[in-house]
């Protein structure tokens, strides 16, 4: 089914200059960009966002990491969406990372990987309407 997802193109990739490149690379792979903010994330967005990481011994480095410079944040739209962007993004470890995908391409490390994508469709709902209040949650809302 046609799905939604959010991607966050992380500060190490905006402040390459990368941002056009990742979406281009998520225009050939056939998303559709519904909605698109470029912002620098304040230290509770960033808690909020992460919360379920909270516990992790990275927790502080995450945070510091993505207040740091500004994201820029996207609802992506296309069909089985959740999964083909986990596997246009590839593993979180960019060394791990299959060739061609944007973690390989665009990532230097586990922390600083260029891209966040959600990781189930129940948290895509989540994750969108954290950043995007509104209606755009999915396709039918
Ligand atoms: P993301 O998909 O944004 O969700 C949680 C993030 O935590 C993950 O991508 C990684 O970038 C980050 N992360 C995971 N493991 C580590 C780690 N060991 N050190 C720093 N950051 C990490």
Redesign the pocket.
């Known amino acids: 089914p046609v799905e939604r997802t959010l991607s ?1 193109i ?1 500060p190490d990739a905006v402040e390459k200059n990368r941002t056009g490149a990742i979406l281009a690379h998520l225009e050939e792979a056939g998303f559709k960009i519904l909605a698109l903010r470029r912002t620098h994330l304040t230290r509770a967005e960033a808690e909020g966002f ?1 919360a379920v ?1 909270k516990a ?3 927790f502080g ?2 945070v510091e990491f993505m207040t740091r410079s500004p994201v820029v944040i996207a609802v992506l739209e296309r069909e089985d969406a959740v999964n083909a962007y986990r596997k246009v993004m590839g593993a ?1 470890d960019p060394a791990k990372a299959d060739a061609g995908t944007l973690r390989k391409l665009f990532g230097s490390s ?2 600083e ?1 260029a891209v ?2 959600s ?1 189930s469709l129940e948290n895509a709902k989540i994750e969108i309407s954290y950043y995007f209040p509104g209606s755009l949650v999915s396709p039918t809302a």
């Open positions: 966050i992380k992460y990481h992790r011994p990275f480095e995450l979180t586990v922390g990987n966040h994508g990781d």
